[in-house]
């Protein structure tokens, strides 16, 4: 079974500019999740979809940060204008609605903002 | 104060030892997963307790559901054990993680 796909795996850009990320989630998987790791602390849960629909996104920067996820399988993450403090690791995750143990994370991709 | 705190931070081990990394959490849980995340920042996951203890290979994994409190075990470390682990906790669908351990084994 093919795991949680992220692009880029690495992406380095100036303060102010803007950037992407994509995930693709599990086949069948319901529920996605985008969560941001600052070096040193654990994920941080930035927005939850369950199919195209947006459960969570209270934690999400939202002057910066979108999410989206329109036709309810593959979403992106988007930053405009980044900060410093952007550079983390943004982890994308999907899970079968209501089931925990088939969460699944995708390798991240890390952003450094300079 | 973080819903679930993890201890030791940093741990440093001869390959060979045996390792324990304990997490304890402060809301009600359905579910604590332990996480394995290596350098390149994915995160693979190891074990999912609701009660108990559960094995696999030199990994255990220990819940104490009354007094909130979970444990992590690698018998026989090895180098490529090296990584941040995270305990997190699923009150419903949603998780709350601990900041990690990074653990490293010298060969």
């Known amino acids: 079974e093919a795991g949680v796909a992220q692009s880029p795996r690495y992406k380095i850009i100036e303060k102010r500019q803007s950037v992407a990320f994509w995930c693709n989630p599990i086949?069948?998987?319901?529920?996605l999740y985008w969560y941001q790791q600052i070096l040193g602390q654990g994920p941080k849960l930035l927005i939850q979809?369950?199919?195209?629909?947006?459960?969570?996104d209270s934690q999400l920067p939202k002057d910066r940060f979108s999410a989206e996820r329109l036709k309810g399988v593959d979403s992106t993450l988007k930053i405009q204008p980044a900060k410093l403090e952007d550079s983390a690791v943004y982890l994308c995750?999907?899970?079968?609605?209501?089931?925990?143990?088939?969460?699944?994370f995708g390798s991240g991709t890390r952003l450094t903002v300079v | 104060k973080n819903e679930v705190e993890q201890s030791p931070q940093n741990l440093t081990a001869q390959e060979g030892e045996f390792i324990t990394i304990n997490c304890s959490y402060s809301?009600?849980?359905?579910?604590l997963h332990w996480l394995q995340q290596h350098p390149g920042g994915g995160i693979v996951s190891l074990f999912m307790?609701?009660?108990g203890k559960k094995k696999h290979g030199r990994l255990i994994a220990t819940i104490n559901i009354q007094e909130k409190h979970s444990s992590l075990h690698i018998t026989a470390s090895h180098p490529r054990d090296s990584a941040v682990y995270i305990c997190?906790?699923?009150?419903?669908?949603?998780?709350?993680f601990g900041t990690g351990t990074s653990l490293t084994v010298i060969p």
């Open positions: 995750a999907s899970s079968l609605a209501g089931q925990g143990e088939s969460y699944t």
């Open positions: 086949s069948g998987h319901a529920t």
């Open positions: 979809f369950q199919n195209n629909g947006v459960v969570d």
């Open positions: 809301v009600g849980i359905s579910a």
């Open positions: 307790l609701s009660s």
């Open positions: 997190a906790v699923r009150p419903g669908n949603q998780f709350y």
